[in-house]
């Protein structure tokens, strides 16, 4: 596709399962963000790929997040032993190589709920 | 550290009119990009305008200008001609060079147009 492809659309589990939420890049991308969305908030940085370097984790709120990407396209966030406030939009975005005046393009986000 | 503050949580404004969302921000960096996002329903953050910090000249896009006080550390967003499409939520947001890439938001703006 021609942009950032997110999925799923939206996610209901209960506490204290993992979930996975996938996401591939525009192609020829090599820079990967993820941002959190809480409601009726901006978005907050999670975590930040570039080529094969090892990504910038800063954003991550707990060792209970992770994220990896393989071949350097498709990443997969995931979160252990979910709880309720991680209920939020997760959005993904990408730009060719993470230089700072490149815009972000983002996807549609997933909507993830924890009963 | 970076902070980006939107103080109005909404705003309205008559079709065809002219409404301006005002932004915030602070760093110690003087090396910096502001953006302003918007975020329909759709949930995809969709670029509306960039700013880089160098340039004096406001950046403009078609309907849409800002007004970049760099010493007030403002970066307000005007919208000409508003058209009911415009309606949707708008994120300030700083991109500071060299401190990982990723974008700082602020809190957002619902943008309500009224017919």
């Known amino acids: 596709g021609a942009g950032v492809s997110q999925s799923p659309s939206n996610k209901v589990t209960e506490k204290g399962k993992d979930v996975e939420l996938r996401c591939d890049p525009i192609?020829?991308?090599?820079?990967l963000y993820w941002y959190r969305q809480s409601l009726g908030q901006g978005l907050e940085f999670l975590i930040y790929?570039?080529?094969?370097?090892?990504?910038?984790k800063s954003g991550l709120p707990s060792d209970r997040f992770s994220a990896e990407r393989t071949g350097g396209s498709v990443s997969t966030l995931t979160i252990q032993r979910t709880q309720q406030e991680d209920s939020a939009v997760y959005l993904c975005?990408?730009?060719?190589?993470?230089?700072?005046?490149?815009?972000?393009?983002f996807g549609d986000g997933t909507r993830l709920s924890i009963l | 550290a970076q902070t980006v503050t939107q103080s109005q949580p909404e705003m309205s404004v008559q079709e065809a009119e002219t409404v301006t969302l005002s932004c915030t921000y602070d760093?110690?960096?003087?090396?910096?990009?502001l953006f302003w996002y918007k975020q329909p329903p759709s949930r995809q953050m969709i670029l509306v305008i960039r700013q880089e910090a160098y340039k004096q000249q406001n950046a403009t896009e078609n309907r849409f200008s800002v007004n970049f006080q760099k010493a007030a550390k403002s970066f307000s967003l005007k919208i000409s001609d508003s058209q009911l499409g415009d309606a949707a939520m708008y994120f300030c947001a700083l991109l500071v060079s060299g401190a990982g890439n990723m974008l700082t938001f602020g809190g957002g703006t619902r943008l309500m147009v009224k017919p």
């Open positions: 760093t110690s960096e003087s090396d910096y990009y």
């Open positions: 790929f570039q080529g094969n370097s090892a990504p910038d």
């Open positions: 192609s020829g991308h090599t820079a």
């Open positions: 975005a990408s730009n060719l190589w993470g230089g700072v005046n490149q815009p972000q393009h």
